[in-house]
């Protein structure tokens, strides 16, 4: 008892009530537009799901499973709500936005077409482009430069992935000419309409100067931008010595042609 009589009272403590978890949880992200993502609801709190139904509202689609593998085909913002329905016969329901994001759009790009491919032309320019930033990888080059520089033949190969972490590949063939690139060694301008002059065969005859000499080393012909007219007039017949220079790469090609009448 108090000092005025009255019964002493044990005030009892309030205890805080620990939050109310959900009795399941999900996982998972949305693939790139067009591509598979995945996810997967789980129980909480040992309780066990009967059923997990799930629903994208703006696209209307339904998807029932503890693991569902959706693809959206537009990149955007979407409302999933996801419905659990226990063996006890309770339900609950979770909603979340997911944002699927936009997948990359790669095009791959030979500068001269193989079909155009001449002899003596250098190296075939590849570029590789895509309609955001990311970064690339070619299959045969550690490079991760848009634009590279091939002299083989062969099917190229390059990846990109966005900074959102979407990918996308693409590919080209490239195919050379199946041409003899080797210059005649050999003309024989008698007037009967066959191998009468220097012919630069299968090569862009105009891209290249030259210069022709004697056996003596006398300059008998030049020319800027060949145009595979050489038919030793006025000379006598013999060996003479060439020169041809790529007018943009300066590659130099030499060699020895022998005149026979």
Request: aromatic share 10%.
């Amino acid at each position: 008892m108090s000092q005025w009589s009255l019964p002493n009272y044990r005030v009892n403590p309030v205890l805080s009530q620990a939050p109310i978890e959900e009795g399941f949880g999900i996982e998972g992200e949305p693939g790139c537009a067009g591509q598979v993502g995945t996810f997967r609801a789980y129980a909480r709190g040992g309780r066990t799901l009967r059923q997990v139904t799930w629903a994208f509202v703006s696209d209307a689609t339904q998807y029932i499973g503890l693991q569902i593998a959706p693809v959206f085909a537009q990149a955007g913002i979407r409302e999933m709500r996801v419905k659990a329905d226990f063996t006890d016969g309770t339900s609950l329901t979770i909603s979340r936005t997911v944002t699927v994001p936009a997948s990359p759009i790669l095009k791959l790009r030979a500068a001269m077409p193989a079909s155009e491919a001449v002899c003596g032309e250098g190296e075939i320019v590849l570029t590789a482009t895509a309609n955001m930033e990311g970064t690339l990888r070619w299959d045969d080059s550690p490079t991760t430069d848009s634009v590279r520089r091939v002299s083989q033949g062969g099917v190229y190969r390059v990846r990109f992935e966005s900074l959102a972490g979407c990918t996308t590949r693409d590919s080209i063939t490239i195919t050379l000419p199946d041409k003899n690139c080797a210059l005649p060694n050999i003309i024989t301008p008698n007037g009967d309409g066959l191998n009468q002059r220097f012919v630069l065969q299968n090569y862009d005859a105009q891209n290249w100067d030259i210069v022709i000499y004697n056996r003596w080393g006398r300059l008998v012909f030049q020319q800027a931008g060949y145009r595979n007219g050489w038919q030793a007039d006025n000379q006598p017949a013999g060996v003479y010595y060439y020169q041809l220079r790529h007018k943009a790469t300066q590659q130099v090609l030499k060699g020895w042609l022998e005149v026979v009448r």
